[in-house]
């Protein structure tokens, strides 16, 4: 019976029949967990999950990871789907999802059609488009660059299409393959409008991030560099983003056809003239620096020798610069230095003017390496002027919005209308929008400990209030907390900062010290953002009131240029931040002078009380904190440890949707105003309480964002308890104008009412005065009024030059009458008329009644 089996026997049986695996699409609902094992590597490292349109799942796509015979590490890659086997038997086995097979992700892709769609080669490298690309959907064709034309690619028509190719022949192979499926499923090109872009892999794969700077990578790329390759190497949705301003980030993807023929154009073009246009530009950028081309002709043979020369290290003139209006042209340039970090630099052209210093000792100082001697100085004039980069860019002078664009000193964030908007300054811009710890620890350290405390909550809210100004057409102006030392004014003040930036030894707040001058840089360098100002006290009385009204005013002086003519003045939105022991007004009043502080400046700087009423100072809630003092030094700390992020993600979601931010600010504001401010009250009354209001409604954005970790209502409870604070210190409902004038009169009634004032009564049909009296720079007349009070008659000439000093005397005149005050003539005028002592005839004068001197 263990005899082999003949010849004949073989024929006899015939082949032993295959088993068929039968792909059961979708997957049935009672199917078992997919536990496919490898006949030789085991169960997968990795699985990634297919599913049609419906979200049904269809088949896995399973990575088995393993070591060659030669030690390298390989892999093998499958397709799993659940499979009739036949004679009733089901199981998950290695086949082929059959033709057209559905798209990696694809429930993402039909969700949000609006996004960008980012193919890559390979489940891995599409996980982390997904990673660095939170705006698009990621997604690749099932066995990734091996049989893309098995895809239905037609989901994807109408769409913005990404190609993410690898660092190799195969790669470029799988873009040009994409891009072609892509075009006959209808993904033709609009005129216009692009919409096949090409991530090439040099973009990423040039730098690599270390210790937190990005830096040039040392020697080629990598064989087979993908986009999972720039992920391990530091790359963060975060810095991908900065790139994004910059239109050549993503052109038009350039299939092999088009790339041919640009190919043959250039060969096309005669020898001569591609060795003319080799002597228009003698520059070249090598991996030692940059070189200039200097040819030699001896003047015996004749014999020309060519010389390279190098006079700088790495320095590219990445783009050209201009403003809106077509001037203030300029160069973006990028150093790298020793360390191998890339800075850039956009450089006004004026500045090549002369002998260059200025701008030599700014690229020195950002660290490139000039060669010494004349040479060096002069091709590095030549090289910088006669550059003409591929790429433009608009140029600002200032930070804040322009257009869609938020400009910083380090980049933008939003739209800037289809190209990159950059900061242009001739020198280094001080500064301290800065990045310091995280979101997740200003949010858990700082920015909780705000709730409750409804000056910290204000404070913060006012940060995120000041890039509401543009959209909102709100008005520049500030708060400004006003207490005794050590009540926790400067916390405030730091806590609010550190939405911005901070850094440095002093960090994001700025001091009351300084000159018109340097405040007003000050204010220009943080339009659109949070402005603070500590220690009023620091600045002189004169100064205080003028450059507080600047500030707010939003304009700087104009001044004249060395021709004569006028230069354009500074211009800013602002919304500041300040604090000292007292009011803006107290401080204009230190000289001496009788300076009071104009009603348009109490109506822009809002005088806060900083005292919270619960004894501890500026706080309320001490959140556990065994003092304030210690939860000041707490908070203090961990501003200066966490700081920068916050702001950025709030321009970030506000950029996205800024006519929406809009109407909710406005909404938010009719009912502040609704709730809070007083029946009747005045203008100005109301101007105030719209401050307040969109730092309310700024706060309660921010909630909404996710960037302030409160509650819903936070930010307008600590809005409307200040306000309430500050009406109650005001006192009053009626216009600043209309205080100060009855306080005016009623001061110098107090001062000169015996001095100056003479007394008069009649006795017997004649006026008498009291000849007694020894009166020096008569004011006036007092007598006796029929309630028994004292009322005074006032000379025309003392009223407009004396009593209404500073004021509008017939403003003033009509303000008291209004207010019963003041007794008008019989002929309605302002001026009474009665006959006083010494007198033939009625003469003019202002008659102040009794109640003067009262609480009316």
């Known amino acids: 019976m263990f005899d082999p089996l003949t010849p004949q026997e073989v024929a006899a049986v015939g082949e032993t029949p295959k088993r068929e695996k039968t792909p059961v699409i979708p997957v049935p609902a009672d199917a078992p967990p997919m536990a496919f094992q490898h006949p030789r590597y085991g169960s997968p490292s990795k699985v990634w999950p297919y599913r049609s349109a419906d979200g049904s799942l269809v088949g896995y796509t399973a990575r088995f990871d393993f070591t060659a015979e030669d030690g390298a590490p390989d892999k093998d890659v499958l397709p799993i789907t659940f499979c009739d086997l036949g004679n009733g038997k089901r199981g998950w086995r290695s086949k082929g999802i059959p033709d057209p097979r559905p798209l990696y992700r694809l429930p993402e892709i039909l969700r949000d059609l609006a996004a960008y769609v980012i193919v890559a080669e390979g489940e891995k490298s599409a996980d982390a488009a997904a990673l660095l690309f939170p705006d698009m959907v990621a997604t690749t064709p099932m066995h990734g660059a091996k049989s893309p034309h098995k895809t239905d690619w037609s989901v994807l028509a109408g769409r913005t299409v990404v190609i993410a190719t690898d660092h190799d022949q195969a790669g470029r192979d799988f873009g040009d393959k994409v891009h072609d499926l892509l075009v006959e499923a209808g993904m033709g090109e609009p005129e216009g409008a692009p919409r096949i872009l090409h991530l090439h892999p040099e973009r990423l794969a040039a730098w690599i991030w270390q210790g937190g700077k990005k830096v040039l990578r040392e020697g080629e790329i990598p064989q087979g560099w993908d986009i999972a390759d720039a992920l391990a190497e530091g790359w963060t949705a975060e810095t991908v983003a900065e790139l994004r301003n910059d239109p050549a980030f993503l052109p038009p993807y350039l299939n092999a056809a088009a790339r041919a023929e640009i190919e043959e154009a250039v060969k096309g073009k005669p020898v001569a003239v591609q060795a003319e246009k080799r002597r228009e530009w003698p520059f070249r950028l090598v991996a030692s620096g940059v070189e200039k081309k200097v040819e030699r002709t001896d003047k015996e043979t004749g014999e020309t020798t060519v010389e390279w020369k190098w006079f700088c290290s790495h320095l590219e003139v990445s783009a050209e610069t201009r403003d809106a209006e077509g001037g203030d042209w300029g160069r973006l340039l990028v150093v790298v230095d020793r360390d191998r970090t890339a800075k850039e630099w956009a450089m006004p052209m004026a500045m090549l003017a002369g002998d260059g210093t200025a701008y030599r000792e700014r690229l020195l100082s950002m660290g490139l390496e000039i060669a010494p001697g004349r040479f060096a100085r002069e091709a590095l004039h030549e090289y910088i002027s006669t550059a003409r980069p591929k790429h433009k860019a608009r140029c600002v002078n200032r930070v804040g919005w322009h257009g869609g664009a938020f400009v910083l000193p380090d980049g933008a964030i939003g739209a800037g209308g289809g190209e990159t ?238 006519d929406a931010a809009a109407q909710t600010v406005a909404q938010f504001r009719g009912e502040f105003l609704a709730e809070h401010c007083p029946k009747g009250a005045d203008g100005q009354i109301e101007r105030v309480a719209g401050r307040f209001a969109l730092a309310a409604a700024a706060g309660e954005m921010a909630t909404a964002f996710g960037v302030l970790p409160w509650q819903p209502g936070e930010a307008i409870r600590a809005a409307a308890k200040c306000f309430a604070a500050w009406l109650e210190v005001r006192g009053g409902l009626e216009s600043t104008e209309e205080r100060d004038a009855i306080s005016a009169v009623r001061r110098f009634i107090e001062l000169h009412g015996a001095s100056r004032f003479e007394r008069m009564w009649e006795d017997e049909g004649k006026l008498v005065s009291a000849q007694d009296e020894r009166i020096i720079n008569r004011a006036g007349y007092r007598r006796k009024s029929a309630d028994g009070g004292v009322e005074y008659l006032v000379l025309p000439e003392t009223w407009k030059a004396e009593v209404c000093a500073g004021m509008d005397a017939t403003v003033v005149a009509r303000t008291l009458k209004a207010k019963g005050l003041l007794v008008p003539g019989s002929d309605g005028k302002l001026q009474d008329r009665a006959r006083l002592p010494g007198s033939i005839h009625p003469v003019r004068h202002y008659h102040l009644t009794a109640g003067i001197l009262g609480d009316a």
């Open 421 to 658: 908007v950059i900061l242009q300054t001739t020198g280094a811009l001080d500064h301290a929008f800065r990045l310091g710890g995280t979101l997740e620890g200003w949010q858990q350290d700082v920015a909780r400990y705000a709730a409750g405390n409804s000056r910290l909550g204000l404070a913060l809210s006012a940060a995120f209030a000041a890039p509401l100004l543009h959209w909102t057409g709100a008005e520049s102006g500030g708060f400004h907390l006003r207490g005794p030392s050590s009540t926790g004014k400067s916390t405030a003040l730091v806590v609010a900062g550190s939405a911005w930036g901070g850094g440095g030894l002093k960090g994001y707040v700025k001091q009351w010290r300084a000159t018109d001058n340097g405040l007003e840089a000050v204010a220009a360098s943080h339009s659109d953002t949070l402005l603070c100002l500590d220690e009023l006290s620091q600045i002189a009385p004169a100064a205080a009131g003028a450059a507080a009204y600047m500030i707010a005013n939003g304009a700087g002086k104009v001044r004249a240029g060395r021709g004569g003519e006028g230069r354009a003045a500074a211009e800013w939105r602002s919304l500041f931040l300040s604090s000292g022991e007292i009011s803006i007004a107290d401080k204009l009043a230190e000289d001496g002078k009788g300076r009071r502080a104009a009603a348009g400046q109490q109506v822009r700087v809002v005088d806060i009380p900083a005292e919270a009423g619960a004894g501890l100072g500026l706080f309320e809630n001490l959140h556990g904190f065994v003092s304030a003092e210690v939860f000041a030094r707490h908070l203090k700390a961990a501003a200066t440890q966490h700081y920068g992020h916050a702001a950025r993600i709030f321009l970030e979601a506000l950029a996205r949707a800024p």
